[in-house]
T-cell receptor, first 114, second 115 residues
Framework: AQSVAQPEDQVNVAEGNPLTVKCTYSVSGNPYLFWYVQYPNRGLQFLLKYITGDNLVKGSYGFEAEFNKSQTSFHLKKPSALVSDSALYFCAVRDDTGRRALTFGSGTRLQVQP | KAGVTQTPRYLIKTRGQQVTLSCSPISGHRSVSWYQQTPGQGLQFLFEYFSETQRNKGNFPGRFSGRQFSNSRSEMNVSTLELGDSALYLC??????????????FGPGTRLTVL
């Protein structure tokens, strides 16, 4: 069975500081990992994904994520946070055993203070 | 390219009624998936359609059904609505080539309120 854990309900960071949103996963096969962001009253917006290869994945709006197989983690990072980054962030996983549905974490609310 | 569109954006129904939600995928995308988002349960997978066939199904009761048309547009139906069906229903489309690496792109959702 697939599962995703986002251990922090909320992350607070000051504008201009680096941010990290944590995600750990559990799958049977090889993992394919995704990050999405949700703004109020909006759907999910794709940020980036890890399929294979380089463990550091770069995505939209200056976000990047680091895949760590030994720690089964896929943390989302950004070197310098913006107030406009304040939103709900979801990590999701799919493995290569044929089940195509994404399994999502519970979400982490990012609050960037000016 | 236009994104995924969902109609209507908001719906209010009463218990026992039925509802139909519509989703138009990104042009060229053949897979449509539906998810339910609630504060308590988070994001849960309902089903996926590809080439007018249900390819995957989540753990929801039979009151939840869907279909896909030849132009890849999809509808989701919920019969005999219950208060617990109040949620944001999200549709996502992908190319659907059968690869687990496919990215799903989400629509804005339909907010269903059951009174």
């Amino acid at each position: 069975a697939q599962s995703v854990a986002q251990p922090e309900d909320q992350v607070n960071v000051a504008e201009g500081n680096p941010l990290t949103v944590k995600c750990t996963y559990s799958v049977s096969g090889n993992p394919y990992l995704f990050w999405y962001v949700q703004y109020p009253n909006r759907g999910l917006q794709f940020l980036l994904k890890y399929i294979t290869g380089d463990n550091l994945v770069k995505g939209s709006y200056g976000f990047e994520a680091e895949f760590n197989k030994s720690q089964t983690s896929f943390h989302l990072k950004k070197p310098s946070a913006l107030v406009s980054d304040s939103a709900l962030y979801f990590c999701a996983v799919r493995d290569d055993t044929g089940r195509r549905a994404l399994t999502f974490g519970s979400g982490t609310r990012l609050q960037v203070q000016p | 390219k236009a994104g995924v569109t969902q109609t209507p954006r908001y719906l209010i129904k009463t218990r026992g009624q039925q509802v139909t939600l519509s989703c138009s995928p990104i042009s060229g995308h053949r897979s449509v998936s539906w998810y339910q988002q609630t504060p308590g349960q988070g994001l849960q997978f309902l089903f996926e359609y590809f080439s007018e066939t249900q390819r995957n199904k989540g753990n929801f009761p039979g009151r939840f059904s869907g279909r896909q048309f030849s132009n890849s547009r999809s509808e989701m139906n919920v019969s005999t609505l219950e208060l617990g069906d109040s949620a944001l229903y999200l549709c996502a489309s992908s190319t659907g080539g059968g690869f687990e690496t496919d990215t799903q792109y989400f629509g804005p959702g339909t907010r269903l309120t059951v009174l």
